[in-house]
């Protein structure tokens, strides 16, 4: 069972930049299309970004487009997020997941199998 380690969150302000990281265990972390999702107070949790397992293919839902960049480093089994422009709206716990099959897009979460634990990102107005 791969185990998948968020870091990188914190508090930062409105229109401020933070990397999050997520590390993962294996020898097949470059096998597998990776996201990223996050879930507010109150909130079910949505998809943020995803990656395919080679990182030619990104993708990133309409509230995050043009601030968020997904990439992946397969020699450190890492995928990031950097977060620029942030907004108060963004305030989540954000999760990192691995796709539950190999050398395919996943656009849907019930495609992730594998979850971190989650790193909390705070957004000061």
């Known amino acids: 069972q791969v185990q998948l380690v968020e870091s990188g969150g914190g508090l930062v302000q409105v229109g401020g930049s933070l990397r999050l990281s997520c590390a993962a265990s294996?020898?097949?972390?470059?096998?597998?299309?990776m996201g990223w999702f996050r879930q507010a107070p109150g909130k079910e949790r949505e998809f943020v970004a995803g990656?395919?397992?080679?990182?030619?293919?990104?993708y990133y839902a309409d509230s995050v487009k043009g601030r968020f960049t997904i990439s992946r480093d397969n020699a450190k089994n890492t995928v990031y997020l950097q977060m620029n422009i942030l907004k108060p709206d963004d305030t989540a716990v954000y999760y990192c997941?691995?796709?539950?099959?190999?050398?395919?897009?996943?656009?849907?979460?019930?495609?992730?199998?594998?979850w971190g634990q989650g790193t909390q990102v705070t957004v000061s107005s």
């Open positions: 997941a691995r796709d539950r099959s190999a050398y395919r897009l996943a656009y849907r979460e019930a495609d992730y199998g594998s």
């Open positions: 990656i395919s397992w080679s990182g030619r293919d990104t």
């Open positions: 294996g020898r097949t972390f470059s096998n597998y299309a």
